[in-house]
């Protein structure tokens, strides 16, 4: 692998009127945007890749100093149904609107590159990635969730649809419907909690089995990846991530 890039953009807090809880690091960490959604990032990439991110160069910025926080009660995602304007206080943001990182990879000449955002007009909920080999390429994006794109230098590029008839034995428990019948969003999180339970059932912690499920671990590489991405920025140096 020579190059893994992507992010994960959404549009939710665009207008200085987009309130919500995680804006304040008193409440919600020091980390947003990377906190939030950035993590989803670079977990699904080390897992995809089984490459570990060791060390980061990160680049942090907020473009909206100050919000309006609605007095009454507002939902995440929901401030943008609210048309009229309800009585607000203005409060002093202190987390990023957005984040872009730079990665080495453990025991890889392969570098990476993440992009995360929170103010990206008319991005709803898109987490996506391009790896690039020697050979060939791999892309994913979530607003197109049932395909894959195979890139090539040499021949046709190929879009592979999620058919239980045409993908490898090894994972063809995640396509739960026929080809052609789009699987979406609530559904991984079927096939997550399927995972854990045939798991638990099935005593594979007994055989010594990786789960192929997020486990504590997981949440807790992430959480040293976030404070290596937040000592980066500080710094602006490259911070090698800790192990323990």
Same mark, same amino acid.
């Given at each position: 692998?020579?190059?893994?890039?992507?992010?994960? +953009?959404? @549009?939710?807090?665009? #207008? !200085?009127? @987009?309130?919500?809880?995680?804006?304040?690091?008193?409440?919600?960490?020091?980390?947003?945007?990377?906190?939030?959604?950035?993590?989803?990032?670079?977990?699904?990439?080390?897992?995809?890749?089984?490459?570990?991110?060791?060390?980061?160069?990160?680049?942090?910025?907020?473009?909206?100093?100050?919000?309006?926080? &609605?007095?009454?009660?507002? $939902?995440?995602?929901?401030?943008? $149904?609210? /048309?009229?304007?309800? %009585? #607000?206080?203005?409060?002093?943001? @202190?987390?990023? !609107?957005?984040?872009?990182?730079? =990665?080495?990879?453990?025991?890889?000449?392969?570098?990476?590159?993440?992009?995360?955002?929170?103010?990206?007009?008319?991005?709803?909920?898109?987490?996506? =990635? $391009?790896? #690039?080999?020697?050979?060939?390429? +791999?892309?994913?994006?979530?607003?197109?969730?049932?395909?894959?794109?195979?890139?090539?230098?040499? /021949?046709?590029?190929?879009?592979? &649809?999620?058919?239980?008839?045409?993908?490898?034995?090894?994972?063809?428990?995640?396509?739960?419907? &026929?080809?052609?019948?789009?699987?979406? =969003?609530?559904?991984?999180?079927?096939?997550?909690?399927?995972?854990?339970?045939?798991?638990?059932?099935? $005593?594979? #912690?007994?055989?010594?089995?990786?789960?192929?499920?997020?486990?504590?671990?997981?949440?807790?590489?992430?959480? +040293?990846?976030?404070?290596?991405?937040?000592?980066?920025?500080?710094?602006? %140096?490259?911070?090698?991530?800790?192990?323990?």
């Amino acid at each position: 692998i020579y190059l893994i890039q992507g992010g994960f +953009l959404q @549009d939710w807090l665009l #207008y !200085d009127t @987009d309130y919500n809880w995680r804006v304040e690091a008193s409440k919600g960490g020091k980390l947003r945007a990377v906190g939030d959604i950035g993590t989803h990032w670079m977990d699904t990439i080390q897992f995809v890749t089984s490459l570990k991110i060791e060390s980061v160069l990160a680049d942090l910025a907020t473009f909206i100093p100050l919000r309006k926080k &609605p007095r009454g009660k507002v $939902e995440t995602f929901a401030g943008k $149904e609210i /048309k009229k304007m309800v %009585e #607000y206080e203005e409060v002093k943001v @202190d987390t990023e !609107d957005l984040a872009i990182v730079l =990665f080495k990879f453990a025991d890889s000449q392969a570098r990476g590159v993440m992009t995360v955002s929170e103010v990206t007009a008319g991005r709803k909920s898109r987490l996506f =990635f $391009e790896i #690039y080999g020697s050979t060939s390429a +791999l892309a994913w994006d979530e607003e197109r969730a049932n395909e894959l794109w195979i890139g090539y230098r040499d /021949k046709p590029n190929e879009i592979l &649809p999620k058919d239980p008839a045409l993908i490898d034995e090894s994972v063809r428990k995640y396509a739960r419907y &026929p080809g052609g019948h789009g699987e979406g =969003f609530p559904d991984t999180h079927t096939q997550c909690n399927r995972a854990i339970y045939e798991y638990i059932r099935d $005593e594979k #912690y007994k055989e010594g089995v990786k789960p192929d499920f997020p486990t504590f671990e997981d949440g807790h590489i992430q959480q +040293l990846l976030c404070e290596a991405i937040l000592k980066s920025a500080k710094t602006g %140096e490259w911070v090698k991530v800790r192990e323990d």
